[in-house]
T-cell receptor, first 113, second 116 residues
Framework: DQQVKQNSPSLSVQEGRISILNCDYT??????FLWYKKYPAEGPTFLIS?????DKNEDGRFTVFLNKSAKHLSLHIVPSQPGDSAVYFC????????????FGKGTLLTVNP | GAGVSQTPSNKVTEKGKYVELRCDPI?????LYWYRQSLGQGPEFLIY????????DSGLPNDRFFAVRPEGSVSTLKIQRTERGDSAVYLC??????????????FGPGTRLTVL
């Protein structure tokens, strides 16, 4: 049973446009959410996170939005660059075991020049 | 500084054999984690070490899997009587303290295990 779902296996956008990656979760105990980025043959790299007490967190070109009532979060990348092409994983954890990350299956983002 | 390193990068073995996968965490990181990523899936938690002790091994799939961290630094994941279903990328991560919201987990490149 997937507790973190990324329903789009892939996404393709043009350089300079906005990329929006979506993530849904089912476990209402999750209260902290993270996005990781993964290049081929490398491990996942932390990108940005958000606590459930917030609905938005911004870091440069990356913004994460959280809608708790819908159990949905999204990652916005503006403007998208070819170097952003990677697999993006949504992850979550809960206060009781906040070391244990539960990941989605990932979305492959391709930014075309 | 050096990141998390894992050896070997690739391991091919035959069904029924024993394998060991090694993880060298970032120096000074007290927390260490193992995850497994099967084809088409996201990483799945296996075990968490705080220092030398396994604080949570609830993700280990069965008793063929075992992990140690005897000196609180390097960790070894051991798999006995390997099965084809064990084929996956095994990821190791470390963090400074463990168990904190802002305690980012840094991942190694993984070991790709193939069981023939």
């Amino acid at each position: 049973d997937q507790q973190v779902k990324q329903n789009s296996p892939s996404l393709s956008v043009q350089e300079g446009r906005i990329s929006i990656l979506n993530c849904d979760y089912t476990n209402s105990m999750f209260d902290y959410f993270l996005w990781y980025k993964k290049y081929p043959a490398e491990g996942p790299t932390f990108l940005i996170s958000i606590s459930s007490i917030k609905d938005k967190n911004e870091d440069g070109r990356f913004t994460v939005f959280l809608n708790k009532s819908a159990k949905h979060l999204s990652l916005h990348i503006v403007p998208s660059q070819p170097g952003d092409s990677a697999v993006y994983f949504c992850a979550a954890n809960s206060g009781g075991s906040n070391y244990k990350l539960t990941f989605g299956k990932g979305t492959l983002l391709t930014v075309n020049p | 500084g050096a990141g998390v390193s894992q050896t070997p990068s690739n391991k091919v073995t035959e069904k029924g054999k024993y394998v060991e996968l090694r993880c060298d965490p970032i120096s000074g990181h007290t927390a260490l984690y193992w995850y497994r990523q099967s084809l088409g899936q996201g990483p799945e938690f296996l075990i968490y070490f705080q220092g030398t002790g396994a604080a949570d091994d609830s993700g280990l799939p069965n008793d063929r899997f075992f992990a140690v961290r005897p000196e609180g630094s390097v960790s070894t994941l051991k798999i006995q009587r390997t099965e084809r279903g064990d084929s996956a990328v095994y990821l190791c991560a470390s963090s400074l303290m463990g168990g904190g919201r802002v305690d980012t987990q840094y991942f190694g490149p993984g070991t790709r295990l193939t069981v023939l």
